[in-house]
């Protein structure tokens, strides 16, 4: 059992960040699951603990669960939920990389469930149809709404095969989905599909937004580096930081005694040359689509993205 532990362990931590939070909703969605079958079988009310993890309508009650604004995105209800959300979010988790960062996708995964819950307490609380009614939300799917809109609106013209209609750019994939989302507004599922054309508002706006060179999902970032940074000088031996940093001190003057200069760097941690060569190969894409690509114009833009940060 250890060694199945330490297995799964080491597969996270190599695993990329789109991957991890794909295993991280599996992982919620197995206790969860466990929890109800162990409801049922022992008579206790499962439902009240799920609760906790839910999205209420309600800010009087959210005030007192404040923290389900970002539990709901990473709990399912059942497997087809979770499955067909982990689908999409592994597709356009992939496309996402080929133009932007990892730390982008992680802060939009988060800054877009938070902006489908926000909509969603916004139009139950404002709108006559719901008035008298309350909900629950649970479910990555506004998340996941958010990375394929900021997909179709950074890189349109893209185009990706569909069984039964070919090449098809993925901005129609995008502008699909939305609408069926709209036109589902009055079925049982309303809370639901707000939530999604939400979290799609966010991912337009952090798409447009980068196009003018500000990220809206830095300051959901810069919390988590502040919170990782403090937990690490919190839980590791006093006198280690001290050591690693001068210890990096010293490599660091080795290699500038032994290797030029790197050359210098962009806001986004790449070179201008790549950023020259990112910006033709993103025309190209939008002129004729990613399969337009020669191999090497593929190992460019994959090895740039993953650099940028």
Not at 138 to 159: C, E, F, N, R, W
Not at 299 to 307: A, D, K, P
Request: no cysteine; proline share 4%; aromatic share 14%.
């Amino acid at each position: 059992m250890e060694g199945f532990i330490d297995t799964l362990r080491h597969r996270f931590k190599m695993a990329t960040l789109s991957a991890r939070i794909i295993y991280v909703n599996i992982a919620v969605f197995v206790v969860l699951r466990l929890i109800g079958i162990l409801g049922f079988l022992f008579g206790f009310d499962a439902n009240s603990i799920i609760s906790y993890v839910e999205l209420p309508s309600s800010p009087t009650w959210f005030i007192y669960q404040p923290w389900t604004i970002i539990t709901y995105m990473f709990a399912h209800y059942d497997v087809l939920h979770i499955l067909f959300n982990m689908l999409w979010l592994w597709w356009f988790g992939q496309l996402f990389l080929q133009f932007l960062s990892p730390r982008q996708l992680t802060g939009l995964y988060f800054v877009g469930g938070i902006g489908g819950g926000l909509l969603y307490m916004l139009a139950y609380n404002l709108l006559p149809a719901f008035a008298g009614h309350g909900g629950l939300l649970l479910g990555a799917s506004a998340s996941i709404i958010a990375i394929v809109v900021a997909t179709a609106v950074y890189a349109p013209d893209y185009k990706v095969g569909l069984l039964f209609f070919g090449s098809v750019s993925i901005k129609w994939i995008a502008i699909v989905t939305i609408f069926i989302d709209f036109l589902s507004i009055t079925s049982a599922n309303a809370g639901g599909h707000i939530s999604h054309i939400g979290g799609a508002i966010v991912g337009m706006a952090f798409a447009l937004a980068l196009r003018r060179g500000t990220d809206i999902t830095a300051w959901f970032n810069a919390i988590i580096d502040f919170i990782v940074n403090t937990w690490r000088r919190i839980s590791g031996p006093k006198g280690s930081n001290n050591f690693r940093i001068g210890s990096q001190h010293s490599r660091n003057r080795r290699q500038q005694s032994s290797t030029p200069p790197p050359p210098p760097a962009t806001n986004n941690g790449i070179s201008p040359e790549d950023e020259r060569i990112m910006d033709e190969i993103l025309k190209k894409i939008k002129m004729s689509g990613y399969s337009a690509l020669t191999e090497e114009e593929k190992n460019r833009l994959f090895n740039v993205s993953r650099r940028k940060n």
